[in-house]
């Protein structure tokens, strides 16, 4: 009986537990069926959510490299820091201040801003933006060490100057575009102009994660990256560029400028070779640049040329016929054009002159006779020629257009003070583009500073083509003006532009501001220049120096024309040139040496006159000048002989007559 009730008992157990199993098989399937079919997107949404996460891959920015193929600028992945507070305190259990610890050291912002920063009431916060790549990387071990799973760091692109501040004008920058996307758009410069050509490329993917939010197989992401964006080729010689900027920066500190510009370029191309802007107060971290320092004065600012424009208006006098070279023009120091005294900047005659004296004296009264003669309708046609009054086309942003007078309305007075270039307008870079006509033959090229665009396949997508502009002069024009200019560099006032060995053709100019607000000229302010070309025989270079504002000595020829010859020397030998002047024997530097003119005073304030025999006609009116006296030229060349006798003395404003011979 006992062993029957035991097997009883044993089937009802072995029956209980088979529909026990039979019911949980039952629900198993049931639950996978519901799961599979029922739940399906219910479930695979959860999955998705805790697995799959969404990741903009973006490419880098285009990189742009200067001729040579050195990079000017381009694009490096780095970090960028965010914050969980609430998950900081909630769940990590850590103060503001012991995160803020870790952080400081590897980020732009101070300690007590970061312990701000984590004090908000929010799950999201951003710390910093785009460390530069040793605190990124550093940031990124010290996180690890840390374990502090509520900071994120987030790879973006940044834009990398590897020049810092060098021809930071011409690129520009870039920043945030409107979805909050750093370095992701260009604001100034090639940045902004080539936007559609470099700007970086983005594409969405899905990654799924592990369980701590890293992707799995994080390789495979590779193939979801957007294609690489173009590159872009300058005409810009990073070396030019550096000699440019070098002596800028020293002429900023020399003539405590308000600001200074150069632009160098390749007369027979346009290829642009340098473009410097330097603005007093300037930083020389690239990363501590005012938007204000970004403005490129060389393309952008106009300003009225001076003196520089004269041998424009005598090549296109010229050109058409009304004038020669041997016209002779009685000055008398001052001339009346409609009612209006127009003077020499020393209110003197110099007699009978050529167009060789009107231009390597800068004599206003000769170039206003010349001008009105020719007259004003013919004279702005040839302006216009020469490419004045409109804008090069060059592929920088905001270029200016210059101003020009009406032909129509232009009165005889407007003519005269065009031909000293007064009443107009221009861009340093019209004016270069002008005397690169003069150093080619009178053939114009447009200027233009991009060389190539090239796909990422090392392709070519775009190549720029030398453009000609037209040939405003004739050859023979241009030739006649290059020998003129060759002897004020050499001769006359721009003797301090010379470059030993060397023949170049220039020509200096002064000019009082513009008042931009309320019309005329800014009392005691003035623009100083300088402008040439050469070696003569076969011009590499056209280059221009201004410089706006300067505190003291203003005159072009002091202090632009030896900015000019501090660069110039160091490009031949850059470039290789051979000299085309013999060299002066060491006796004769010696007799050079000894012959530097200074101001000598006595007790009473008169001048003690030199001896001015073998002084260039620039040498001669600087220091007369300087001594506060007059100039009487006779003739062209060098000083040999003097009126008033060598140690004798004179009173301030009195005048001095030298005889000069070639």
Known sequence: MKVQAARKRL?????????????????????????????KDTYSERFSNQFLTDRVLQSPRGTIFDRNGNPLALSVTVNSVSADPTMMRVVAKKTPEEVADVLAPYVRISREEIIKKLNEDTAFVWIDR???????????????????????????????????????????????????????????????ALDDVIRSNEVKVSIYNDTAGRPVFESVQSQFLPDQEKSVNLTIDTTVQFIAERALDKAMIDTKARSAAMIIMDPKTGEILAMANKNRGMASDVNKLKFEDYRNNAVVSIYEPGSTFKPIIAASALAAGKWQLDTVYNDTGTIIIDGHHMKNWDGKGSGKVRLLDILKYSINTGMAYLGTTT???????????????????????????????????????????????????????QM?????????????????????????????????????????????????????????????????????????AGKTGTAQKLDPEHGGYLNGRYIASFIGYGPVEDAKFVALVVIDDPEGTYYGSQIAAPVFQDVMTQLVRYYK??????KPSKDDAKQSASK??????????????????????????????EAGLTLKPDGTGYATSQDEAAGSTMEAGGSVTVHFSR
């Open 130 to 192: 785009l460390l530069d790549v040793p605190n990124s990387n550093g940031i990124e071990a010290a996180i690890k060490e840390a374990k502090f799973n509520f900071i994120t760091l987030h790879k973006e692109s940044r834009r990398y100057y590897p020049n810092d501040t060098l021809l930071a004008q011409v690129l520009g920058f870039v920043g945030f575009n409107e979805d909050g996307k750093a370095d992701a758009e260009g604001k100034a410069g090639l940045e902004a």
């Open 596 to 625: 530097v003119l200074s101001v000598q005073r006595n007790g009473d304030g008169s001048v003690i006159i030199p001896n001015f025999a073998g002084h260039t006609y620039g040498e001669v009116r600087d220091w007369v000048h």
């Open 432 to 504: 270069v583009q002008a005397f690169g006509a003069l150093a080619n033959g009178g053939k114009m090229m447009k200027p233009h500073i991009i060389k190539s665009i090239v796909n990422p396949d090392g392709t070519i997508y775009k190549e720029a083509q030398d453009v000609e502009q037209g040939q405003p002069i004739p050859e023979s024009i241009a030739k006649q003006i290059t020998d003129i200019l060759e002897k004020e560099v050499s001769e006359g006032g721009g003797h301090k532009a010379y470059v030993e060995g060397y023949q170049f």
């Open 11 to 39: 089937n009802l157990n072995a029956g209980s537990w088979f529909l026990v199993l039979f019911f949980i098989s039952l629900g198993i399937i049931l639950r996978y069926t519901y799961v599979q079919i029922v739940a």
């Open 375 to 429: 007259g004003g309708e013919i004279l702005t046609d040839y302006v216009k020629r020469f490419g004045f009054g409109k804008a090069t086309g060059i592929e920088l942003p905001a270029e200016g257009d210059g101003i020009l007078f009406d032909p129509k309305t232009m009165s005889k007075l407007d003519t005269a003070t065009m031909s000293i270039g007064q009443g107009i307008a221009v861009t340093p870079l």
């Open 577 to 582: 040139l051979s000299p085309t002047r013999s």
